[in-house]
């Protein structure tokens, strides 16, 4: 591993939402995980819109305050 790679690992807290997107041409799909990787929630599906991406946003949030992540 590289000293930037080991940076970046470190700024992953206890705080930390950490979302992953799997980007599709009409329909993505994102789920998230808490910083040891403990999945929180269902995958997330979401379509290629404005309002697509207005529901993940509010999907995160939602996330963050349940789990009382603030980054």
Do not use: P
């Amino acid at each position: 591993m590289n000293c930037k790679q080991n940076q970046r690992i470190n700024q992953v807290k206890e705080t930390t939402l950490v979302v992953g997107i799997d980007i599709g041409s009409t329909t993505h799909y994102a789920r998230a995980f808490d910083w040891r990787g403990i999945e929180l929630g269902k995958v997330f599906r979401f379509s290629n819109s404005r309002e697509g991406f207005d529901s993940f946003r509010n999907w995160m949030q939602w996330l963050q305050d349940k789990y009382k992540k603030s980054d």
